[in-house]
């Protein structure tokens, strides 16, 4: 794989990203309504009618998402060479390429698992490049891994239940505090709750008390899916949730993505599948050696030259 080199392949992105629509005024009403939503919007909405198209054009856009200009370096192979893409807002965005082509190592730095070479990472314009995985999903970032990361000698249950973020737990002072105590029960019944109702969501409820490390592998993706759920997330980034997963439980689980696109999350996500990535997302980026090679919609992709010959001809 090249050096990162800042010609031609980020072009092409930058090209494809300039494309896109920029939203107007009007569609900040769509919005999420969390706080952080609201906040994120009122940064970027354009409020004041004087302002020219080129005015609103130049605001930056508080996405979910930027990547800009990526590197990740392993001794001397280039994982990442320069990617630079955005992720739209309530958008089901799929990243595809072939194998070694960067988009697990692409995750990790995003999601801080590993520390970009080169490049940033803006989370709604803060930049998180570089921060450590727990800082970032702490804001709202989250990522499933391609080989799911449950804690096997836990249940279920009790997997779910240590996902969320900002719980005040148990400690010796709130052991002999009478009030803090009943906060952090109270705490722990909400919480008790929600792992419950995400369990039923995911139709996997019914194995609750058992250990993790029994699942079968579909049943361990749905469990991926559930914890990184239980965090609270705005973005979640997807790496071959699918993989493995029957056909039954594949259609339930892009049901249950969907659903959760009409209710504001966003997501991100990685497939070799090209007819789940076909059917189910409205915009693709493609990624070859390490940088973005061409975005668009599923039908622009699928007739891109440069894509198909990426691909050595397969179909895509
Ligand atoms: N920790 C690592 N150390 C060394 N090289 C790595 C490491 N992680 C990834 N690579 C290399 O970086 C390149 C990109 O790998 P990556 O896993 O990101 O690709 P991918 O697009 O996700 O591939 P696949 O579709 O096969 O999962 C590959 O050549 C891979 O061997």
Known sequence: MSEPNGTGDETDAHDANT???????DDTSDADDTPDAIDATAETAYPDDSQTEADARSTPRSLPLRVDGLVKRFGGITAVDG???????????????????????????????????????????????????????RKGLVRTFQIARELEEMTVLENLMLAPKGQ????????????????????????RERAWETLEFFEIDHVATEYAGNLSGGQRKL???????????????????????????????????????EEGYTFLLVEHDMDVIMNNCEHVIVMHQGSVLAEGDPEDVRRNERVIDAYLGEDV
């Open 19 to 25: 494309a896109r629509d920029i939203p107007d005024a």
């Open 83 to 137: 990617a630079s893409f955005e992720v739209e807002e309530g958008s089901l965005t799929g990243l595809i390429g072939p194998n070694g082509a960067g988009k697990s190592t692409t995750f990790n730095c995003i999601t801080g698992v590993h520390q970009p070479t080169g490049g940033h990472v803006y989370f709604r314009n803060e930049e998180i490049t570089g921060m450590e995985p727990y800082q970032i999903a």
């Open 168 to 191: 005040r737990g148990e400690s010796a002072i709130q052991s002999v505090t009478p009030g803090l105590r009943g906060a952090v029960i109270e705490e722990e019944e909400a919480i």
């Open 223 to 261: 469990l991926e899916m559930a914890r990184a759920l239980m965090t609270d997330p705005e973005v979640v980034l997807l790496d071959e949730p699918l993989a493995g997963v029957n056909p039954t439980l594949e259609e339930k689980l892009l049901e249950r993505i969907h659903q959760l696109r």
